[in-house]
């Protein structure tokens, strides 16, 4: 008798246990029907802390590549959401805005508090419309050419003579400084400071957000809560809001000066804005200035015509918005670097309330029943062999009428690192327009090849992201300042 309870003792807690993970690892009944990313080789990825882009194209891109699936059902961030892997699919939910809202974030994890949900980013509906108006006539109000050279010629003086250079690094401290004096008017000084303490905050709040396991299971957030990460974060947030108040007394040519002069926004709204136009003007910007520098570095031929279309624009002078404009060659290495290493590899959920059948591009029909969350998933889009043959290469021509590759110039609607529709990144022309500079100045004033033992000599390696955020890290590469350019 004391054999058979204490047996029971033992299997009942296994059991409840399995039932308890066959329920959470399990679809749920009405997306059963659809393909789905197998469970265990997902769970060991995330706990492993395996970045996303190697997750997305080991694990997503075959439901694409191989078995020609529009979407795919995938367990992330503690329950399972539909990955759309075909363009059209991502067009008809981009432009169905009223149907397709952006999901309610989650309350448990730490990332929405501090991203805050009274953003562009976030909102919908009127809140959007209202968010949205504000935010579009701050940056139509100015492209800060100018200042991006003025930053640029300030980490050429960093650099100094060049060599061996962590340029993931000085990408960073460019366009934190970037979107800092630009969009909000204030000057991090990171370009020159060494061991800026706002960046090592804010490096330490995506770290402390960034944990696996509380990742795979937000709940966590609810049950064990990280008191020093979420002190960390509130500090973080405050910054901002004296970065704001400051402004507001202390006009100057910036978006958020801009932003300020627009009636109908909450300081928390203004505040949330703030975060995400930092995390988006630095880090997504840092990372698409990191793969253009890796790519051409992997392909000399091409830097070397990229850099002799910016000496017969420029020749010694600076750029401006109009010869960056005779920069076409250079424009299509920036658009095929934000496609080959997308800085960011999936958008932000939508929920429909109503059921939905979505249509792909080879005919197929996935139905979808309401309240169904959808992500447009972007680096598995740019990967697709369907629209991308040969995707893992390099091919700046794919972007200019016909190339080797490519016989017919791209589909809009095919290349998505700024999303698309009408909630695509409202900041795309700055972005651009801060790409173009930089990689400009960098092909008039330098010449830059990779390490022969450099761990990138076969792809960029990137960071792990609780943004969904490809960032190359560690990229050391060799910098030789060009005879003709001695000045910085």
Request: proline share 7%; glycine share 4%.
């Given at each position: 008798?004391f054999d ?16 308890f ?35 997305l ?34 067009k008809?939910?981009?432009?169905n ?8 974030p ?13 953003n ?25 050419i ?16 060049g ?22 008017g204030h ?10 303490p706002?960046?090592?905050q ?26 020093e990460v ?14 704001l ?10 978006m ?20 995400v ?18 790519y ?10 990229a ?5 017969a624009?420029?020749?010694?002078d ?5 010869n ?66 040969d ?6 021509e794919?972007?200019m ?17 700024f ?8 900041a795309r022309?700055?972005a651009?327009?801060?790409?173009r ?8 004033q ?7 033992d ?10 792990f992201?609780?943004f ?21």
């Amino acid at each position: 008798m004391f054999d058979f309870f204490f047996g029971w003792q033992v299997l009942l807690p296994i059991a409840s246990l399995a039932f308890f993970l066959n329920r959470v690892f399990t679809p749920p009944a009405e997306l059963r029907h659809l393909p789905r990313a197998p469970i265990l080789p997902l769970l060991w990825s995330y706990i492993s802390g395996e970045v996303e882009d190697v997750r997305l194209k080991r694990l997503i891109l075959p439901y694409a590549n191989e078995a020609n699936e529009g979407v795919v059902v995938v367990y992330a961030l503690g329950r399972w959401i539909v990955h759309v892997l075909d363009h059209q699919i991502a067009k008809d939910l981009s432009d169905n805005i009223s149907m397709w809202p952006k999901e309610e974030p989650p309350d448990a994890m730490l990332l929405w508090r501090f991203v805050g949900k009274t953003n562009v980013i976030l909102s919908n509906g009127d809140a959007w419309k209202r968010h949205s108006h504000v935010v579009k006539a701050a940056l139509n109000r100015n492209v800060p050419i100018a200042e991006f050279v003025s930053l640029g010629k300030k980490l050429f003086k960093k650099m100094a003579n060049g060599g061996l250079i962590k340029w993931d690094d000085y990408t960073m401290r460019f366009t934190l400084d970037a979107v800092g004096t630009t969009a909000l008017g204030h000057n991090f000084d990171t370009i020159e400071e060494d061991h800026s303490p706002f960046v090592k905050q804010y490096n330490e709040v995506m770290d402390g957000i960034a944990s696996p396991l509380y990742i795979v299971f937000p709940k966590l957030e609810k049950w064990l809560p990280r008191h020093e990460v979420i002190k960390n974060i509130d500090n973080l947030v405050s910054k901002f809001q004296g970065i704001l108040e400051h402004k507001k007394e202390n006009k100057g040519n910036d978006m958020l000066t801009y932003m300020l002069e627009e009636p109908g926004m909450t300081d928390e709204e203004y505040r949330d804005n703030m975060v995400v136009f930092f995390i988006a003007g630095h880090d997504t910007t840092a990372g698409a200035m990191s793969s253009f520098v890796y790519y051409l570095a992997k392909n000399p031929e091409i830097q070397k015509r990229a850099r002799e279309e910016v000496l017969a624009a420029l020749g010694d002078d600076e750029p401006d918005i109009s010869n960056l404009r005779d920069m076409n060659f250079v424009q299509a290495c920036i658009r095929e670097s934000l496609r080959i290493n997308t800085p960011i590899t999936y958008m932000v959920p939508r929920v429909s309330d109503s059921p939905a059948n979505l249509k792909a591009s080879n005919g197929k029909t996935y139905y979808l029943p309401p309240r169904t969350s959808v992500i447009l998933n972007i680096t598995c889009i740019h990967h697709n062999e369907t629209y991308w043959p040969d995707a893992g290469a390099f091919i700046p021509e794919r972007f200019m009428g016909k190339s080797d590759k490519d016989q017919v110039r791209v589909d809009a609607s095919l290349w998505l690192p700024f999303a698309l529709g009408p909630r695509q990144c409202p900041a795309r022309n700055f972005a651009m327009y801060e790409l173009r500079t930089l990689a400009a100045m960098l092909l008039q004033q330098w010449e830059w090849t990779l390490p022969k033992d450099s761990p990138h000599s076969d792809f960029p390696h990137n960071g792990f992201s609780p943004f969904a955020l490809s960032l190359p890290k560690d990229m050391f590469v060799n910098f030789t300042r060009r005879k003709s350019s001695s000045s910085a």
